[in-house]
């Protein structure tokens, strides 16, 4: 993805608060070695039709024509949740996906400003995809993904149990009880 409609996106994002979510969010949140390579962004909106139009708008300034356009395409898992897209016009593929916003707490972490899904969130997320066989098509993705996040962790648990380990037990103060 050019570095223009990134920049253009997170901007746009930090803004207007929304939530980036799905892969992009699992890879801000995980070490290089287990990122998967994603093209487009997924968001969450309150109000998700006004949010692709503004996108696209913005988009469109940013590069002085009019090179992406909209579309509004069913969900495929709820064919009455609607997606909606923003496109480049120039390679055809979909830059942004808003949907609405899912009601639930702790959806996201704040990371410079923008807002990121939480990884507990997209585990729980991953876990439901993989308990409906009407989503069997998503199942492959979302395995690789809760597979990886389950890897990191992992890998920051052994990290805490090796620095717990290397505490030495003479450094642990312990305060005298003065007996009378």
């Known amino acids: 993805m050019d570095k223009k409609v990134e920049d253009t996106i997170l901007k746009f994002t930090k803004r207007k608060k929304h939530i980036i979510h799905g892969a992009r969010a699992i890879n ?13 962004y997924d968001l969450w909106a309150k109000k998700p039709r006004q949010a692709m139009d503004k996108l696209e708008d913005k988009l469109d300034e940013a ?26 016009r120039i390679d055809g593929k979909e830059v942004a996906d ?19 899904e939480t990884l507990n969130h997209a585990k729980k997320a991953y876990k439901k995809i993989l ?3 009407e989503n069997m098509h ?43």
Not at 28 to 36: C, F, G, I, W
Not at 63 to 69: K, L, T
Not at 151 to 172: A, G, N, W
């Open 28 to 40: 801000k949140h995980l070490p290089e070695h287990l990122q998967r390579p994603t093209y487009d």
């Open 63 to 88: 590069y002085g024509g009019d090179y992406f356009y909209e579309e509004t395409i069913p969900l495929a898992d709820d064919p009455r949740v609607m997606v909606y897209r923003v496109i480049s």
């Open 98 to 116: 808003f949907i609405k916003t899912p009601k639930g707490k702790k959806l996201y972490k704040v990371i410079g400003g923008v807002r990121w």
């Open 131 to 133: 308990s409906n066989p």
């Open 138 to 180: 998503r199942w492959a993705k979302a395995q690789d993904d809760l597979r990886r996040i389950e890897r990191f962790e992992r890998e920051l648990q052994k990290k805490r149990d090796i620095r717990e380990d290397t505490i030495p037990f003479s450094s642990v103060f312990v305060k005298p009880i003065m007996v009378r």
